[in-house]
């Protein structure tokens, strides 16, 4: 056996003990203990050696008696390990933690999880208290305090009400993936059919519209020369082609945001586009600030992110300034997303006076505030003041935009305007997400884009149809409910008299009308549970039809049966 190979036995769960070829670095704690023993035994026959050598240190790391199991762990080698270590045990098997650069409780963080993957300190082990860590490796407590919550952060420490912390095993076997975070995002989804295909059910569910009549238009009229001119090259453009991210800026600067071409960034739909300045800004467990209701395509992204989320109320101006000045010396958001432009799903518009207030703490804290500006042509009655990034261009402020409600969601073509350094840094981490927006997306979008005025009054004219259907709809079926008209957007934000929302909505299904509950849009899921999103971008019959379907479900729940009889409705 070769010199350092014991070193990697040792680290080596017991099961691979024998014959497997040591490849791990030699570093670690109980190098000196095993090269003592190395030396010491290595003079008579090479493998026995080793194996009395690891037996002997197992021996010393792990004292005590771990036959007693406190819970299953999913990890075969540590299986029987569920008892705290002693603190000589956990000194050695961290040993020379404090060596390196990086904050101390960094370096501590980085020992301990080393010596678990290492094998030193085994998955399912309880660690000291640490009042007794700090003391043993002379540091402050707090030392010790902030490198356990960064393991727990990470997801490598659990703490167990009243017994401490303990190494985490696996919750279930890796070939499972992240079943806690799908089932999360099932839970509360808005997309329930990820396949699109149409249904029996009304869907009150997206608020998205269907493709506008010009993007067909587009697309069956594109040319051979322009088709050829834009597929010059490999085809992968991260950052987006140029020719549109021209008329972005264009368009920008028209709103009174001055923006040049290499202030845009083009997007896989503005999702893609949260996802990447959450991934910019945000690391697991770090603070992101939303309104309460908000976009839940945007809660499911953060969340999905491992954001620690925050809430500030609405109110009819929109999202609380107060209450966002607050957390900004309080909680040290590293990022807030905003919905100024008739939010999604209240409907309601930022004013002015907060507009400045938003641009103001951003620049004062330093903190990056999304502002998602989709549905911004899609007033019901007025435009909406300009956005937060025109009040102070200083302002790390980030607008984020999209084809998807003023032509259509499957173009998947969105865009972020920023800074030109923050722009370059979100488009390194657009490449690794997906090497760029397709180009045929851009292409179209592209020769859209200047004609969107015309085509947004005309989704403004249909939607106000569609939206005094559904107002009357609810104001016959459901008289005890309000459906406040919004100032603008694709839903409206219905009150109900009491908080049954996720109720109703599980009784809809069966009158065939799929609908969302307002906890689905709330930061913390106890809240809005008295509101329904209504969405009035379907045709105005399946409206009507989708409102007598609920208007049955509330029956049962308001114990009344007087509504009319169910309707065929091609949806
Ligand atoms: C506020 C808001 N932001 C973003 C999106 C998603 O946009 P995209 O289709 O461009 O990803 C939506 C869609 O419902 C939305 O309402």
Redesign the pocket.
């Known amino acids: 056996m070769l010199d350092g190979d014991l070193d990697a036995e040792i680290r080596r769960p017991p099961h691979q003990i024998h014959g497997a070829q040591g490849d791990e670095q030699r570093d670690g704690p109980p190098r000196a203990r095993a090269q003592f023993l190395h030396y010491g035994l290595q003079t008579t026959c090479g493998c026995w050696t080793a194996t009395i050598g690891v037996i002997a240190i197992q021996g010393l790391l792990w004292s005590g008696d771990y036959g007693n199991i406190d819970r299953p762990i999913n990890a075969k080698w540590s299986e029987n390990v569920s008892r705290v270590l002693p603190i000589a045990t956990v000194t050695a098997a961290l040993g020379e933690w404090a060596s390196g650069t990086g904050p101390l409780y960094r370096r501590l963080a980085d020992g301990l999880e080393a010596a678990v993957d290492h094998g030193r300190i085994p998955i399912g082990a309880g660690l000291p208290p640490e009042r007794h860590l700090a003391t043993a490796l002379s540091v402050s407590r707090s030392t010790v305090v902030a490198a356990f919550d960064a393991l727990k952060r990470a997801g490598r420490l659990e703490a167990r009400q009243g017994s401490g912390t303990w190494v985490r095993g696996h919750a279930r076997p890796p070939d499972e993936g992240n079943l806690e975070l799908v089932e999360e995002l099932e839970g509360h989804a808005?997309l329930r059919d990820l396949s699109g295909r149409p249904t029996q059910t009304v869907e009150f569910t997206?608020?998205?519209v269907d493709c506008a009549p010009e993007v067909t238009t587009a697309i069956v009229g594109l040319s051979g020369d322009e088709v050829s001119m834009w597929s010059r090259g490999h085809g992968y453009s991260p950052q987006g082609y140029e020719g549109l991210r021209d008329v972005i800026a264009q368009r920008l600067t028209g709103m009174g945001l001055e923006t040049n071409t290499a202030q845009v960034l083009i997007t896989?739909?503005?999702?893609?586009?949260?996802l990447l300045t959450a991934r910019l800004y945000l690391e697991p467990g770090a603070p992101a600030v939303l309104e309460t209701p908000s976009?839940a395509?945007?809660i499911d992204v953060l969340h999905a992110e491992g954001a620690r989320l925050l809430s500030v109320d609405m109110d009819s101006s929109g999202a609380r300034t107060d209450q966002l000045a607050e957390l900004m010396t309080r909680s040290l958001p590293r990022m807030v997303y905003l919905?100024p432009d008739f939010?999604?799903p209240s409907g309601v518009v930022l004013s002015q006076r907060r507009r400045e207030e938003v641009a103001r703490l951003a620049a004062d804290y330093h903190v990056p505030v999304v502002e998602?500006i989709?549905?911004r042509e899609l007033w019901l009655d007025e435009p909406p003041p300009p956005p937060i990034a025109t009040f102070d261009p200083d302002a790390p402020v980030l607008t984020?935009g999209?084809?998807?409600?003023v032509f259509w969601?499957g173009l998947?073509?969105?865009w972020i305007r920023g800074s030109e350094t923050t722009i370059a840094r979100l488009a390194r981490l657009k490449a690794v997400d997906d090497f760029g927006t397709p180009a045929i997306a851009q292409l179209v979008s592209a020769k859209l884009l200047p004609q969107i005025d015309t085509t947004a009054a005309w989704r403004r004219t249909e939607l106000r149809r569609r939206f005094e259907v559904l107002e009357d709809a609810v104001a016959r079926h459901l008289p005890e409910w309000t459906c406040p008209r919004p100032a603008g957007?694709?839903s409206a934000w219905a009150k109900l008299p009491s908080p049954c929302a996720d109720e109703l909505v599980r009784r809809a299904e069966s009158h065939g009308v799929a609908v969302v509950p307002g906890s689905t849009f709330a930061v913390d899921h106890n809240r809005h549970t008295d509101r329904l999103r209504l969405p009035f971008v379907a045709p105005p019959h399946v409206i009507e039809e989708g409102i007598r379907r609920l208007a049955r479900a509330w029956a049962e729940i308001d114990g009344r049966d007087t509504v009319m009889p169910p309707q065929s409705v091609v949806v």
């Open positions: 808005i997206a608020a998205a896989s739909g503005a999702t893609q586009a949260v976009y395509g945007a919905v939010h999604n998602d989709v549905q984020v999209s084809m998807s409600k969601g998947r073509l969105g957007g694709l």
